[in-house]
């Protein structure tokens, strides 16, 4: 089955991200998945919900804010500020980012802070959840290795390990990982999977658009998740820890200028010179970085 961009059915998007995109946060990330684009953000303030002083709850708190531009999507939206409240969208949204990032964090050793991730997406192109928690971790990350943060942790990083997340699809009975909108809005089952480093999963949220989908069905969707995510955290080590630049796809080696072919073998598995050539299938993946 063909898909619109030219896409293996197993291949995610061309990923970018950008460090430091912002002056004023702690840390701050752009994060790109094809067409869709999301700045996620870090801030810390020095105090906490006035829930836990109450219920003499010991450490900090993590909690995110997502919303999208109006003309982020095709159509405009409306402002949310200017109705006079968040959608339910948005609030669901958010709390997934939220309690994804807490489900890796110590909170005890956050001390008596808040942190503040902001998700705005500035343009949407389908899986915006996917990528505000994928990009939100690694501006976590990032903002960690901040000395001054880490001294307020205790020296410290209260960061367990990284998640990331995808979307995948059943579109005209075919499995398809990282949808755009178009297929997403074609998709009978819309699965969006958000897992840790080690292995585990922290959420999925899956839905029969259409008709209802299988055990095997479900696991299938499954292992196609965990497969695109593994490339991802490849890519976020890459960035967080620095590097050689990958070189750019060949001319032969492309997908129509979305990600090469990759480097995954026909039943999914890959290698450590395997990863390596999927980083290089992404070769834009650290153009944008300010080092």
């Given at each position: 089955m063909e898909r619109k961009d030219g896409r293996r059915l197993d291949q995610l998007r061309w990923m970018k991200a950008t460090r430091n995109y912002l002056n004023n946060p702690v840390s701050s990330v752009l994060i790109e998945f094809g067409g869709t684009k999301v700045v996620c953000s870090v801030s810390v303030d020095p105090k906490i919900p006035g829930w836990m002083r109450a219920q003499k709850v010991p450490g900090g708190w993590l909690t995110c804010e997502y919303g999208m531009l109006p003309a982020s999507t095709r159509d405009?939206?409306?402002?949310?500020?200017?109705?006079?409240?968040?959608?339910?969208?948005?609030?669901?949204?958010?709390?997934?980012?939220?309690?994804?990032?807490?489900?890796?964090?110590?909170?005890?050793?956050?001390?008596?802070?808040?942190?503040?991730?902001?998700?705005?997406?500035?343009?949407?192109?389908?899986?915006t959840r996917c990528a505000g928690i994928t990009g939100a971790s690694l501006a976590l990350q990032l903002a960690f290795r901040n000395r001054r943060l880490l001294n307020m942790?205790?020296?410290?990083?209260?960061?367990?390990?990284?998640?990331?997340?995808?979307?995948?699809?059943?579109?005209?009975?075919?499995?398809?990982?990282?949808?755009?909108?178009?297929?997403?809005?074609?998709?009978?089952?819309?699965?969006?999977?958000?897992?840790?480093?080690?292995?585990?999963f922290v959420e999925i949220q899956g839905t029969a658009e259409r008709n209802p989908f299988s055990r095997a069905q479900l696991n299938e969707m499954l292992d196609l998740a965990e497969s695109g995510i593994r490339k991802i955290f490849e890519i976020q080590r890459g960035i967080i820890y620095g590097g050689d630049k990958p070189s750019a796809p060949s001319a032969n080696g492309g997908n129509g200028g979305n990600g090469g072919n990759g480097g995954n073998d026909n039943n999914g598995r890959s290698g450590g010179g395997k990863a390596k050539s999927e980083l290089n299938s992404l070769g834009d993946a650290f153009a944008n970085i300010k080092l």
């Open positions: 405009r939206m409306q402002r949310e500020a200017s109705s006079g409240k968040q959608g339910g969208r948005t609030v669901e949204i958010q709390r997934l980012i939220g309690r994804s990032l807490r489900s890796v964090i110590d909170l005890e050793k956050l001390g008596q802070n808040t942190i503040y991730i902001d998700c705005d997406v500035i343009d949407a192109d389908g899986g942790c205790g020296g410290e990083s209260p960061l367990r390990e990284n998640i990331a997340a995808i979307s995948v699809g059943m579109v005209d009975g075919v499995p398809m990982l990282d949808l755009c909108y178009d297929e997403d809005c074609r998709a009978e089952v819309d699965l969006n999977v958000v897992m840790t480093e080690s292995g585990n």
